[in-house]
């Protein structure tokens, strides 16, 4: 299994990002898709998650501003980040399960600049 996370940066306060996750290993279509993210010196936390029948969950922290969303044909999973905040700040991970096991791309850093 292999994540490719792209499309992280440099962005000011109510700046706009859209992350992108490659997948490839799996069969994307059936797979829940998550993204997570770690602060300097925080613990890794769910940002958002999709079901293979586009369901969604959020965390409290970006419902209203961020947006996951799936492309099957392509095994790619998106991030639409907007309104961004200082407290976004940090390395966003792309995360899927297979057979139990946590699969993680390498992780894309998101700076927000106040």
């Known amino acids: 299994v292999q994540l490719q996370a792209s499309g992280g940066g440099l962005v000011q306060a109510g700046g706009s990002l859209r992350l992108s996750c490659a997948a490839s290993?799996?069969?994307?279509?059936?797979?829940?898709m998550a993204w997570y993210r770690q602060a300097p010196g925080g613990q890794r936390e769910l940002v958002a998650a999709i079901t293979p029948g586009a369901g969604t969950n959020y965390a409290d922290s970006v419902k209203g501003r961020f947006t996951i969303s799936r492309d099957n044909a392509k095994s790619t999973v998106y991030l639409q980040m907007n309104s961004l905040k200082p407290e976004d700040t940090a390395v966003y991970y792309c995360n899927t399960q297979l057979r139990r096991a946590d699969y993680w791309g390498k992780g894309t850093l998101v700076t927000v600049s106040s």
């Open positions: 290993g799996i069969i994307f279509s059936i797979n829940v």
